[in-house]
């Protein structure tokens, strides 16, 4: 393995030009007038898994955007590593505030990344990260480096929910046996700070409308004497918090599992400057749960945001209205032993509930997923650890993440196998914003660390 710097030394700016490639195809899920390209994207991933060296590779259709399976599989008797990534990525609305277009890559040096980073939809999230998974496979291949298994399953589904991988993986189960499942789509906490993320939080999307009269009325007539569904719709999103930014869904927090102080007293422990954060958002101060840390509220707490809003006039000008309905998106992040489906119906029946006579109110759910944790004593928790020791020379810390990947804990469910995720990103690569990118320095030092883990995580299975 001595030899990975210079081969990634030597194929360097290859690497960078083949995610350049993958960057340019605007394979946005969530929205159909892009369903051509998140098809030729898999094609890609494809091609690209049979040149890294895979023996067999082929588009798995489901009901909704294919996966993209390759395997090499070089001994039965050996460790299998299953791979999992997403080549979908996030609409990149707000389209005039980026700095480029989105779909047209370009490498810029920032104040934290003098190497230069790719600005693209996706740089992080998740082609640049899944990309190294690649770029790893063939060092392994081509330099007789690969010590055990592999398996790949690359989705183009995850930033709309994983339904057809939810389907694919049970029925699949035997193709996807494997002793432990990697995944590069989280993030580390600095670049001098490796960390693996042993958790992630789950998730409950709904959708609410709040409908009052049959259509938008003159205000100067009516208001005043028929609900305002934007006015209430408001208030009913204000009662879900109190006034210590607690949930108010009775019930919402029963199954809540409270971290004990040791635990919160070592996470504490984690390097963490509330002015950088503060600075970093321009914001002047912090807003959260009481009695939480800024690191607590955003990763073992649940919490609940309004993500959009919208009902009555927005154009040019004054036009006075009582608009007939008012609409918005909810997400609740949840932590463990959260179920999000009973989320969802306890959120259901308390939004409703709020409702006053004159309006009717219509909650529907839209996707969810349940939290992960995983513990650091598992032979592929020890075998990343090591991984890291090797090439940033530092021990990483284990880290809750908030965001979530919901398939992670279906993995665990219907497959058996703990996830190792060994995320490379950075807080600031903007990921589901404006300007997203990711750093090069990260995405060689990825690809220069996977290898290890299969090689740690061979030794440590014999
Ligand atoms: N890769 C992210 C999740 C993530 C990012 C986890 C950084 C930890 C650190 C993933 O693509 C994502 O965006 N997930 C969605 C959920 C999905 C159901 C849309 C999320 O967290 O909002
Ligand atoms: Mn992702
Ligand atoms: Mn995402």
């Not at 690649?134 to 330099?143: F, N, P, R, S």
């Not at 995944?183 to 409308?209: C, F, H, N, Q, W």
């Not at 939290?371 to 592929?380: A, H, L």
Request: glycine residues 8%; negative net charge.
């Amino acid at each position: 393995m001595e030899n990975i710097k210079s081969y990634i030394d030597t194929h360097r700016d290859r690497f960078i030009s083949e995610l350049i490639e993958l960057l340019k195809m605007p394979s946005v899920s969530a929205d159909p007038a892009f369903s051509q390209d998140v098809l030729n994207t898999a094609d890609a991933v494809k091609n690209a898994l049979e040149r890294a060296g895979c023996d067999h590779v082929e588009i798995c259709e489901t009901p909704g955007y294919p996966i993209v399976y390759g395997e090499k599989i070089i001994d039965k008797t050996l460790p299998t590593v299953l791979v999992y990534g997403h080549y979908d990525v996030q609409p990149p609305d707000p389209i005039d505030l980026w700095e480029s277009p989105p779909f047209e890559p370009i490498i810029k040096e920032t104040e934290l990344h003098p190497e230069g980073a790719i600005f693209a939809r996706g740089a992080c999230d998740d082609k640049g990260q899944m990309y190294m998974h690649v770029k790893a496979l063939e060092y392994m291949t081509q330099t007789g480096n690969l010590p055990c298994n592999v398996k790949f399953m690359i989705e183009g589904e995850e930033e709309v929910g994983s339904e057809s991988l939810e389907w694919f993986i049970i029925n699949s189960r035997e193709k996807l046996s494997n002793d432990v499942i990697l995944i590069s789509d989280t993030g580390m906490i600095a670049k001098d700070v490796p960390s693996i993320t042993t958790g992630l939080r789950g998730l409950s999307y709904v959708e609410v409308e709040v409908i009052g009269p049959n259509r938008d009325l003159h205000s100067g007539l009516y208001g005043g004497a028929v609900a305002n569904p934007i006015n209430v719709l408001n208030k009913m999103i204000a009662t879900l918090h109190d006034e210590n930014n607690h949930i108010t869904i009775p019930g919402f927090y029963d199954k809540v599992d409270e971290l004990s102080v040791e635990e919160r007293a070592e996470m504490e422990k984690a390097p963490f400057s509330l002015e950088d954060y503060k600075k970093a958002l321009a914001i002047n101060d912090v807003y959260g749960e009481k009695d939480y840390t800024t690191n607590e509220r955003s990763s073992i707490r649940p919490t609940l945001d309004v993500n959009g809003i919208w009902g009555g006039y927005i154009g040019e000008g004054a036009k006075t209205i009582i608009a007939s309905k008012a609409s918005a998106k909810i997400s609740m992040r949840l932590v463990p032993h959260q179920d999000w489906r009973e989320i969802t119906d306890l959120f259901q029946a308390y939004f409703e509930s709020l409702a006053p006579a004159g309006v009717k109110v219509i909650v529907k759910p839209h996707h969810g997923g349940h939290p992960y944790v995983t513990p650091i004593d598992s032979t592929g928790y020890q075998a990343a650890s090591r991984a890291y020791e090797e090439t940033f020379g530092k021990t990483p810390i284990p880290q809750r993440s908030g965001g979530s990947i919901p398939i992670v804990s279906l993995f665990e469910k219907e497959l058996k196998s703990k996830t190792i995720l060994m995320g490379f990103g950075l807080n600031s690569d903007a990921i589901h914003s404006p300007n997203e990118h990711y750093g090069i320095w990260n995405y060689l030092k990825g690809i220069e660390t996977i290898p290890y883990f299969y090689k740690y995580f061979t030794e440590l299975s014999r």
